[in-house]
């Protein structure tokens, strides 16, 4: 009976080992992934194809209803539309949010801009309803004035000044009006009085973000007096913030970090402590920070602390020497990570470069993204008449992403070129070079070109005719950044000559080129609600996001590992439904992170180019969010409203300057140690759901 009930144990286990296998075995080959639990609410399959039609229509008055719509996710998802969405009279709203007091609507109304009139009356209500100062001041922060500074001011020793919303705030309007000695010695004292890190964060984002010098010397040493007295490691933001405000703090900070083993886990305070060198003396203190950052396992730390000490170091001191007899012959390192010690150590003997020439070509060879760097090395290191003769091989051999990044090099170049050796044959040479890159007929190359044209030493009115030839292979939707840049330089140089060109392209009535060209000054109609349509976006799939579940997860395997995005189905289903569709047709397979911004973002995603500039074929409307931009979020990017594509970002920190720009669908769950080792290049091999 004992043997009956093993053997029957025994089946029974192999039995559900089978399952889970032959499960596994589906979710990796391929198969539709469904959630064990759709999402219950039906809206999103009965109420939001409704509301995503007036959305498309970018109708305010068709939103409006769903604003008051029973359901609390219907009407919020409402709110979100409405934040991107143009407003003729924008008081009914302002009651609305005012009656309904959630985060989404506040959010929303903060994304339109308000008459003087309405801010005095947002301001009158901020002392008479004391409950809705959270709300107000997320609204004031983004859209107010000087009047509505010092109203914010006036509450700074009330209980609102433990909300993260009134902080930032005020760190938005400082940015923008100044304030006095004293008030700023007051908001610092408010930060180190908060008891939560993001209220702290809020407060000095404004002198984190804003100008070098913004604060008082009689400030700074507040901040120095009350950093000292609440002590290293107690808050990273604090010890991060403090750290780029008052880079004189560096090696004190590295020294302390280093001594506790917890650098190496503290990757944003690294490179904001290697970016701290940039603007100091390397004297014996420093050159130790510098030490220690460059042993840092994070190559992007290694790569700033390069950059900050380049032409800093003395040949045969100790930095030169690590660097030349540890980081240049490591053959094992980053290839982004090599390049910067070529450069700093050819800062100090430019022979070097030259030593290692084959090994650049390899380098790049192996990774093109890292171009950008070799260009920079040549930059430095060769006279100006070797390093056109370089940008002219690039453009003839006519690779597009090494042409790209060649005219943005060409660019700096210009820029920094000493106007007595501007002569008549470089310019000859750079115009040359320029008229033959746009010949090419490529989206990348024609918009980095742009700031070339801009150059009035270089190009005259009367090459118009030859500039405008480069629009005439390009067409939309698909190119709406070559015709934003060009619809720019037009109207900065050559507006007369330019409005026919401007005024065919306004009878496309493609609605994002012509909010664009509007804003830039050019007289163009905007078209109303009705006529604007929407057609040109695609239409989610909203039974697939039933099934998808209200939270499911999508896992990239990149060449670091693995990272892993819960989504947000209910806050942008038209992205999840792309990213859904996209991701089970195989189309981001090895595509690169083709952007890498140290300590702010990772980019990747063009499943067409693979350079930037390339999307899915298709668009998306933007689906902004309340929840906001911080570390580990992942959004879309966009050239302008409505312009999203295939193109997917995650965030290093939190950069609250994104928000209600651009579309949030989930924040990664795992693997944010994967997104701060991505480096430029660097592949997603595979995606999965989960």
Same mark, same amino acid.
């Given at each position: 009976?004992?043997?009956?009930?093993?053997?029957?144990?025994?089946?029974?286990?192999v039995?559900?080992?089978?399952?889970i296998l032959?499960l596994?075995w589906?979710?990796?080959?391929?198969?539709?992934?469904?959630s064990?639990s759709?999402?219950v609410?039906?809206?999103?399959?009965?109420?939001?194809?409704g509301l995503?039609?007036?959305?498309?229509?970018?109708?305010?008055?068709?939103?409006?209803p769903?604003?008051?719509?029973?359901s609390?996710?219907v009407r919020?998802q409402?709110w979100?539309?409405?934040?991107?969405?143009?407003?003729?009279?924008?008081?009914?709203?302002?009651?609305?949010?005012?009656?309904?007091?959630?985060?989404t609507g506040?959010?929303?109304?903060?994304t339109?801009?308000?008459?003087g009139?309405?801010?005095?009356?947002?301001?009158?209500?901020?002392?008479e309803?004391?409950?809705?100062?959270?709300?107000?001041a997320?609204?004031l922060?983004?859209?107010?004035?000087?009047?509505?500074?010092?109203?914010?001011?006036?509450?700074?020793?009330?209980?609102?000044?433990?909300?993260?919303?009134?902080?930032?705030?005020?760190?938005?309007?400082?940015?923008?009006?100044?304030?006095?000695?004293?008030?700023q010695?007051?908001?610092?004292q408010?930060?180190?009085?908060?008891?939560?890190?993001?209220?702290?964060?809020?407060y000095?984002?404004?002198?984190?973000?804003?100008?070098e010098?913004?604060?008082?010397?009689? /400030?700074k040493?507040?901040?120095?007096?009350?950093?000292?007295?609440?002590?290293l490691?107690i808050?990273?933001?604090?010890?991060?913030?403090?750290?780029?405000?008052?880079?004189?703090?560096?090696?004190?900070?590295?020294?302390?970090?280093?001594?506790?083993?917890?650098?190496?886990?503290?990757?944003?305070?690294?490179?904001?402590?290697?970016?701290s060198?940039?603007?100091?003396?390397m004297?014996?203190?420093? /050159?130790?920070?510098?030490?220690? +950052?460059?042993?840092h396992?994070?190559?992007?730390?290694?790569?700033q602390?390069?950059?900050?000490?380049a032409?800093?170091?003395k040949?045969?001191?100790?930095?030169?020497?690590?660097?030349?007899?540890?980081?240049?012959p490591?053959?094992?390192?980053?290839g982004?990570?090599?390049?910067?010690?070529?450069?700093?150590?050819?800062?100090?003997?430019?022979?070097?470069?030259?030593e290692h /020439?084959?090994?650049?070509e390899?380098v790049v060879?192996?990774?093109p993204?890292?171009?950008?760097?070799?260009?920079?090395l040549y930059?430095?290191?060769?006279?100006?008449?070797?390093?056109?003769?370089e940008?002219?091989?690039?453009v003839?051999?006519?690779?597009?992403?090494?042409?790209?990044?060649a005219?943005?090099?060409?660019?700096?170049?210009?820029?920094?070129?000493?106007?007595?050796e501007?002569?008549?044959?470089?310019?000859?040479q750079?115009?040359?070079?320029?008229?033959d890159?746009?010949?090419?007929?490529d989206?990348?190359?024609?918009?980095l070109?742009g700031?070339?044209?801009e150059?009035?030493?270089?190009?005259?009115?009367d090459?118009?005719?030859?500039?405008?030839?480069?629009?005439?292979d390009f067409?939309?939707?698909?190119d709406?950044?070559?015709?934003?840049?060009?619809g720019?330089?037009?109207?900065?140089?050559?507006?007369?000559?330019a409005?026919?060109?401007?005024?065919? +392209?306004?009878?496309l009535?493609?609605a994002?080129?012509n909010?664009?060209?509007d804003?830039?000054?050019?007289?163009?109609?905007?078209?109303?609600?009705?006529?604007?349509g929407?057609?040109?976006?695609r239409?989610?799939?909203?039974?697939?996001l039933?099934?998808l579940? /209200?939270?499911?997860?999508?896992?990239?395997?990149?060449?670091?590992?693995?990272?892993?995005?819960?989504?947000?189905?209910?806050k942008?289903?038209?992205?999840?439904?792309?990213?859904?569709s996209?991701?089970?047709?195989?189309?981001?397979?090895?595509?690169?992170?083709?952007?890498?911004?140290?300590?702010?973002?990772?980019?990747?995603?063009?499943?067409?180019?693979?350079?930037?500039?390339g999307?899915?074929?298709?668009?998306?409307?933007?689906?902004?969010?309340?929840?906001?931009?911080?570390?580990?979020?992942?959004?879309?990017?966009?050239?302008?409203?409505?312009?999203e594509?295939?193109?997917?970002?995650?965030?290093?920190?939190?950069s609250p300057?994104?928000?209600?720009?651009?579309?949030?669908?989930g924040?990664?769950?795992?693997?944010?140690?994967?997104?701060?080792?991505?480096?430029?290049?660097?592949?997603?091999?595979?995606?999965?759901?989960?």
């Amino acid at each position: 009976m004992r043997y009956i009930r093993l053997r029957a144990w025994i089946l029974f286990a192999v039995l559900v080992i089978t399952v889970i296998l032959m499960l596994k075995w589906s979710s990796e080959s391929g198969e539709t992934y469904i959630s064990a639990s759709p999402i219950v609410d039906t809206t999103i399959t009965n109420t939001y194809p409704g509301l995503y039609e007036a959305l498309y229509r970018r109708d305010a008055g068709d939103i409006r209803p769903y604003l008051s719509h029973e359901s609390d996710t219907v009407r919020n998802q409402a709110w979100r539309a409405l934040a991107t969405t143009p407003v003729d009279s924008l008081a009914p709203f302002i009651e609305l949010a005012a009656q309904q007091g959630t985060d989404t609507g506040w959010f929303a109304l903060s994304t339109h801009e308000m008459s003087g009139q309405q801010l005095r009356a947002l301001e009158q209500r901020w002392e008479e309803q004391p409950e809705q100062r959270a709300g107000i001041a997320r609204v004031l922060g983004r859209q107010g004035d000087r009047q509505s500074l010092n109203i914010l001011l006036s509450s700074l020793e009330e209980d609102i000044t433990e909300n993260e919303h009134y902080a930032l705030a005020l760190s938005r309007l400082i940015m923008r009006h100044e304030i006095t000695e004293d008030i700023q010695i007051k908001i610092l004292q408010k930060a180190f009085g908060a008891n939560r890190d993001n209220v702290r964060q809020a407060y000095l984002y404004g002198w984190y973000r804003g100008p070098e010098n913004a604060l008082t010397s009689p /400030a700074k040493d507040t901040l120095l007096s009350r950093w000292r007295e609440q002590g290293l490691g107690i808050s990273r933001v604090l010890d991060q913030y403090g750290s780029k405000i008052l880079p004189e703090r560096t090696y004190t900070v590295t020294n302390f970090y280093n001594g506790e083993r917890d650098l190496e886990h503290r990757v944003q305070l690294a490179i904001e402590l290697a970016k701290s060198l940039d603007k100091l003396d390397m004297n014996s203190d420093n /050159a130790l920070a510098a030490r220690i +950052l460059l042993v840092h396992p994070n190559a992007h730390v290694k790569k700033q602390t390069l950059q900050s000490i380049a032409g800093k170091m003395k040949k045969g001191g100790n930095l030169h020497s690590y660097i030349t007899g540890s980081m240049i012959p490591d053959t094992l390192s980053s290839g982004g990570v090599w390049l910067e010690a070529l450069r700093a150590a050819g800062s100090v003997d430019s022979s070097i470069v030259r030593e290692h /020439a084959d090994r650049i070509e390899r380098v790049v060879e192996s990774n093109p993204y890292l171009m950008p760097r070799k260009l920079a090395l040549y930059r430095s290191m060769q006279s100006a008449d070797e390093y056109l003769q370089e940008v002219r091989k690039i453009v003839d051999r006519g690779d597009t992403l090494f042409v790209m990044y060649a005219m943005k090099s060409l660019t700096d170049f210009w820029e920094d070129l000493p106007e007595q050796e501007k002569t008549g044959e470089r310019i000859r040479q750079l115009r040359e070079i320029t008229f033959d890159a746009l010949d090419l007929r490529d989206r990348g190359v024609a918009y980095l070109t742009g700031p070339l044209l801009e150059q009035e030493d270089l190009f005259r009115s009367d090459d118009f005719e030859r500039i405008n030839r480069a629009l005439e292979d390009f067409s939309l939707p698909g190119d709406i950044e070559v015709y934003q840049q060009f619809g720019a330089l037009y109207k900065e140089r050559f507006e007369q000559q330019a409005q026919p060109v401007i005024d065919s +392209l306004a009878d496309l009535q493609y609605a994002p080129l012509n909010r664009f060209l509007d804003d830039t000054g050019w007289q163009v109609e905007v078209e109303t609600p009705e006529k604007e349509g929407g057609t040109y976006l695609r239409t989610p799939d909203w039974e697939r996001l039933w099934e998808l579940g /209200a939270h499911p997860e999508w896992t990239l395997y990149t060449e670091k590992g693995n990272i892993v995005i819960r989504m947000d189905p209910l806050k942008a289903p038209a992205t999840v439904s792309a990213i859904d569709s996209l991701s089970r047709t195989g189309a981001y397979e090895n595509v690169p992170f083709h952007r890498v911004v140290p300590d702010f973002v990772i980019q990747g995603g063009d499943i067409e180019r693979r350079d930037g500039f390339g999307g899915p074929g298709f668009m998306l409307p933007t689906e902004t969010a309340e929840s906001g931009f911080v570390r580990g979020t992942a959004g879309i990017a966009s050239a302008g409203r409505d312009t999203e594509g295939s193109q997917y970002f995650m965030m290093h920190q939190w950069s609250p300057h994104l928000n209600g720009r651009y579309t949030r669908f989930g924040k990664v769950v795992e693997g944010m140690d994967v997104v701060d080792r991505i480096e430029v290049g660097d592949k997603v091999l595979s995606t999965s759901w989960y």
